[in-house]
């Protein structure tokens, strides 16, 4: 199995910065692409920004210039850097990932989701 892990939500007052991390373990071959996804009350879940192994990177239209995200490959992990936050961006953070993993029989990728992490921009 894999597993999933975000930290780094919490409360911050609107035109401030967050960071979360997300760090996957488990039964891993090789980590494909990671995403970040939020979900806000009432919404349907979104993807905010996603990374591959290669280092490419792709960002939801709302989010572009003010998020970055970045990774570690040596340590599966990812990273988002939430700048000029705006109350809009409330909502909980998931993050994904496609992985290889090391599993009997298992072929190809899967695609895993952590439990989320709740951030909240008051203004």
């Known amino acids: 199995q894999v597993q999933l892990a975000e930290s780094g939500g919490g409360l911050v007052q609107a035109g401030g910065s967050l960071r979360l991390s997300c760090v996957a373990s488990?039964?891993?071959?090789?980590?494909?692409?990671m995403y970040w996804y939020r979900q806000a009350p009432g919404k349907q879940r979104e993807l905010v920004a996603g990374?591959?192994?290669?280092?490419?990177?792709n960002y939801g239209d709302s989010v572009k210039g003010r998020f970055t995200i970045s990774g570690d490959n040596a340590k599966n992990t990812v990273f988002l850097q939430m700048s000029s936050l705006k109350t809009e961006d409330t909502a909980v953070y998931y993050c994904?990932?496609?992985?290889?993993?090391?599993?009997?029989?298992?072929?190809?990728?899967?695609?895993?989701w952590g439990q989320g992490t709740q951030v909240t921009v008051s203004s």
């Open positions: 994904n990932a496609d992985v290889s993993t090391t599993q009997p029989r298992v072929v190809g990728l899967l695609n895993y």
């Open positions: 990374i591959k192994s290669g280092g490419s990177t």
């Open positions: 488990g039964s891993i071959r090789s980590v494909n692409a």
